[in-house]
């Protein structure tokens, strides 16, 4: 794998093929940006997110490894849920019903 084939929003399974320091302990990452910058060939610095079992991330991390031992597993994870703003679309607040039609 190249580094312009890792793509944002992906989950990877980061592991010993990735490079040293993911032997101890393998991760899921979700990734959310490669740097573009040149590194060494195969190599490639990636932000995002450490997932824990469920797919909720744990920490935000930014790791170099080697691409080519990535492994996307995108489909076991489901997509992270969109927060919609408190302040996103109209809210509805009911009257008390004693006010309504009183002379106030």
């Known amino acids: 794998m190249i580094r312009r084939d890792i793509k944002s ?53 930014r790791i170099y490894v080697i691409a080519a031992g990535l492994i996307d597993v995108t489909d076991t994870f489901p997509r992270p849920a969109r927060l919609r703003p408190r302040n996103a679309g109209t809210a509805t607040r009911r009257l008390p019903t004693d006010f309504i039609g009183s002379d106030r």
Do not use: K
């Open 9 to 61: 929003g992906h989950v990877y399974r980061v592991g010993a093929d990735c490079g040293v320091p993911h032997n101890f302990r393998p991760i899921h990452f979700r990734v959310v940006s490669v740097d573009p910058a040149s590194t060494w060939d195969g190599m490639a610095w990636l932000e995002g997110y450490e997932l824990d079992r469920t797919g909720q991330a744990v920490a935000r991390r």
